[in-house]
């Protein structure tokens, strides 16, 4: 696993923890992690990341409308 350091201004209030989180949550969103990958560099349980997900209103499926038209004609 690679390790960054990041250098955040005083004014952002986060700590170690919320940032693996939003950072495991975009990388989710945008394709680059699996649920597990995810949920593992957020230091949660695949459920609890589940239900995050759900707080931040990202799917929990990450289709676009051309694969679920293909997944539903090909079921």
């Known amino acids: 696993m690679k390790t960054i350091s990041i250098n955040l201004p005083d004014f952002i209030d986060l700590n170690e923890k ?13 394709g680059k992690l699996s649920l597990g990958e995810a949920a593992q560099l957020a230091e949660l349980s695949k459920r609890a990341f589940i239900e995050i997900l759900g707080r931040f209103d990202i ?17």
Do not use: G, H, M, Q
């Open 59 to 75: 799917s929990l499926f990450n289709y676009n409308a051309e694969e679920l038209r293909n997944d539903v004609k090909n079921a």
């Open 18 to 30: 919320e940032i693996k989180l939003l950072i495991a949550t975009k990388l989710y969103e945008e």
